[in-house]
């Protein structure tokens, strides 16, 4: 058996959504590294907590590599919470597991649930798990494999949701956006010119506080 590892560092959300991104891409550290133009170390360095994660450029460099909006990737950071850094940080090695991967069909899955007034003690009973309550927040929140088939339409059934709407509000999941996700998904459109101008305006901005 291996011991299991203490890694003494501060993992940030950021760092360990891109982690799971890339994982989930099948993609190992070489091949981004690679693809990105950047170091292996420096890969690493971000992924595990010391380096700043990327903004800007860098940052949409990643999102297009991996596939997915900047946006997605706000919420997925946003739900990101203190025990999936903990888990992190503590490193213990299990064969196949793939850490905390959060889908559309788990923000969807929460949205039903919050929608249809329900907790998560009261969904857990009314869906058989009153002995472990939990298991539909891990769900939610990706820490567990997504319940499929059966298991799947006995949450529907709950939230009075037939499974064709669930489908189409997974295809077409949005998240509510402030100004600042609006800035973020205006961003990927811009030229890398444009870009950059509008870096530099916020920089000016900022300097003035």
Same mark, same amino acid.
């Given at each position: ?27 190992? +550290?070489?091949? +981004? ?37 900047? !946006? ?7 739900? +990101? ?50 002995? !472990? ?64 101008? +509008? ?11």
């Amino acid at each position: 058996m291996k011991e299991k590892m203490v890694i003494n560092l501060k993992f940030s959300p950021e760092g360990l959504v891109l982690r799971t991104l890339r994982i989930n891409k099948g993609m190992r +550290v070489k091949d +981004v590294a690679m693809r990105l133009a950047i170091s292996e170390t420096y890969l690493y360095q971000i992924e595990n907590g010391h380096s700043r994660p990327p903004r800007g450029e860098q940052l949409f460099s990643f999102l297009d590599l991996y596939g997915i909006k900047a !946006k997605y990737y706000q919420e997925l950071v946003r739900n +990101v919470n203190e025990n999936d850094l903990h888990r992190k940080g503590q490193c213990q090695k299990r064969k196949g597991h793939k850490g905390v991967v959060i889908t559309p069909e788990c923000l969807v899955l929460k949205s039903l649930r919050e929608e249809s007034g329900l907790s998560v003690r009261e969904a857990s009973v009314k869906l058989g798990y009153s002995g !472990k309550a939990a298991y539909v927040s891990q769900i939610e929140n990706g820490r567990v494999p997504f319940p499929v088939d059966q298991k799947l339409e006995k949450f529907l059934d709950l939230y009075d949701t037939k499974l064709s709407k669930y489908k189409s509000l997974v295809r077409d999941y949005k998240i509510e956006k402030n100004d600042i996700d609006k800035i973020g998904s205006m961003l990927p459109k811009l030229k890398v010119s444009d870009v950059k101008m +509008v870096l530099s305006i916020i920089e000016t901005m900022l300097s003035k506080y």
